[in-house]
């Protein structure tokens, strides 16, 4: 089982970037996929960004494509979510998930059994 905290979310202006963090407690982290996830008030939880155990293979939507990079350090048990060229409907509560099963790539929230808190991203216009 592992363990997952989000930080790193805050006001930002249109345009500007943040760096969220995911760190995850126990010592098979780097055996996990990782996702991504947001919720806008209203609306479901959507799928952001995943990557497989190593990092190497990544899969985005399309709305983030390209302004967006997910990346992880398993050294640290830390994956993060670069989030550039932010806009408004990027406003949402940004939730870490993590799944063991080996199975790659991962975009819908049933696939994770494992999810943090969120942490709360507001890009003002």
């Known amino acids: 089982q592992v363990q997952l905290v989000e930080s790193g979310g805050e006001l930002v202006q249109t345009g500007g970037s943040l760096r969220l963090a995911c760190a995850a407690s126990?010592?098979?982290?780097?055996?996990?996929?990782m996702g991504w996830f947001r919720q806008a008030p209203g609306k479901e939880r959507e799928f952001v960004a995943t990557?497989?155990?190593?990092?190497?293979?990544?899969h985005y939507s399309n709305s983030v494509k390209g302004r967006f990079t997910i990346s992880r350090d398993n050294d640290k048990n830390t994956v993060y979510l670069q989030m550039n060229s932010l806009k408004p409907e990027d406003t949402a509560v940004y939730y870490c998930?993590?799944?063991?099963?080996?199975?790659?790539?991962?975009?819908?929230?049933?696939?994770?059994?494992?999810w943090g808190q969120g942490t709360q991203v507001t890009v003002s216009s």
């Open positions: 126990g010592r098979t982290f780097s055996s996990y996929t």
């Open positions: 998930a993590a799944d063991n099963s080996g199975v790659y790539p991962l975009t819908k929230t049933y696939a994770y059994p494992y």
């Open positions: 990557l497989n155990w190593s990092g190497g293979t990544t």
